[in-house]
C-alpha cells in the first residue's frame, strides 16, 4: 500500500524566515506525481506545488520549492521569505496508478509576527 | 475558487438517517474524487469516477455509495449515518487521472451526525 509519511506535526517560525517540511513516501512505481496542498482556517484546500517523478528538476513556484531526491522517496517543500498568510496545515500527497492521491498525516505551520 | 462546487456547505442531522452531498466538477473535468477528512484519520480516499464510470475505490464504507451523473455532476450518498460519520467530506475533480494533474477540491460539505 502507498504511504506518506509527515514526520512533523507542528513547525513555529519568525516571518520572513525560512522553513522546510518533510515528507518521505512509498511507492514501487517508475512514474508517479507528488503534491504539497495547504489547508488554511477555512479549510479549503489549495495546490501549493507539483513535481512529476520522471522530472528531475526541483519544482519552483514563486516563495515555494521543493527538494526531490528520487532515491531517497523524500520530498520536502521550503518557504522562503515566509508570511502570515502561509499559516496553515500542509499535507504532502503521491498520486501513483492514476486512482487517487494518498495523503500525509500534515503538518501544522504557524508564522508568527 | 478552484471552481469546483459542493452543496451544501453543512449538513446537521441525526444517527440513523440518510444524506446526499453533491458536487460539480470543473468545466472540462471528466474524473470527480471524493475524500473524507476526519480528525482521526487525516484525509481518505473514498471513490474516483471517469466520466460515468467508477474507476477506483478506496476505504468507502457498504453504507456510501456514489454515482456520476451523465452531466458530469456526481453525488454521495450516506445512509445508516453514524456519529463516526462526522467528518469534511471534500469532492476533487481533474481532467484526466492518466495524465497525474493536480487535483481541484471544492469547499467541502462538513457533515455532523448529532
Known amino acids: 500500500a502507498q504511504t506518506v509519511t509527515q514526520s512533523q506535526p507542528e513547525m513555529s517560525v519568525q516571518e520572513a524566515e525560512t522553513v522546510t517540511l518533510s515528507c518521505t513516501y512509498d511507492?514501487?512505481?517508475?512514474?508517479?506525481?507528488l503534491f504539497w496542498y495547504k489547508q488554511p482556517p477555512s479549510r479549503q484546500m489549495i495546490l501549493v506545488i507539483r513535481q512529476e517523478a520522471y522530472k528531475q528538476q526541483n519544482a519552483t513556484e514563486n516563495r515555494f520549492s521543493v527538494n526531490f531526491q528520487k532515491a531517497a522517496k523524500s520530498f520536502s517543500l521550503k518557504i522562503s521569505d515566509s508570511q502570515l498568510g502561509d499559516t496553515a496545515m500542509y499535507f504532502c500527497?503521491?498520486?501513483?496508478?492514476?486512482?487517487?492521491?494518498?495523503f500525509g498525516q500534515g503538518t501544522r505551520l504557524t508564522i508568527n509576527p | 475558487d478552484s471552481g469546483v462546487t459542493q452543496t451544501p456547505k453543512h449538513l446537521i442531522t441525526a444517527t440513523g438517517q440518510r444524506v446526499t452531498l453533491r458536487c460539480s466538477p470543473r468545466?472540462?473535468?471528466?474524473?470527480v474524487y471524493w475524500y473524507q477528512q476526519s480528525l482521526d484519520q487525516g484525509l481518505q480516499f473514498l471513490i474516483q469516477y471517469y466520466n460515468g464510470e467508477e474507476r477506483a475505490k478506496g476505504n468507502i464504507l457498504e453504507r456510501f455509495s456514489a454515482q456520476q451523473f451523465p452531466d458530469l455532476h456526481s453525488e454521495l450518498n450516506l445512509s445508516s449515518l453514524e456519529l463516526g460519520d462526522s467528518a469534511l467530506y471534500f469532492c476533487?475533480?481533474?481532467?484526466?487521472?492518466?495524465?497525474?494533474?493536480?487535483?481541484?477540491f471544492g469547499p467541502g460539505t462538513r457533515l455532523t451526525v448529532l
Open positions: 476533487a475533480s481533474s481532467v484526466d487521472p492518466v495524465i497525474g494533474g493536480e487535483q481541484f
Open positions: 500527497a503521491s498520486f501513483q496508478g492514476a486512482q487517487k492521491l494518498v
Open positions: 511507492t514501487s512505481e517508475n512514474n508517479y506525481y
Open positions: 468545466s472540462g473535468d471528466l474524473s
